[in-house]
């Protein structure tokens, strides 16, 4: 196969913490009790690998 980089591993690994959904307990802090709002709503960075290329 080759030489895997670490540099290029640390790379994806933070860009695939900033793609996860955010914590279900973090709704009703930010919309209140009553609101029912998907986590993933209000994650940091949404991408999809067909869509954006992050370069990395």
Known sequence: MGIKWSGKKTRLAKR???TRWAPFWTVPKIYG???RVHP?????IKRHWRRRKIKA
Request: glycine share 18%; proline share 0%; hydrophobic share 10%.
């Open 16 to 18: 695939k913490k900033q």
């Open 33 to 35: 009790k009553g609101r």
């Open 40 to 44: 993933g709503r209000h994650t940091f």
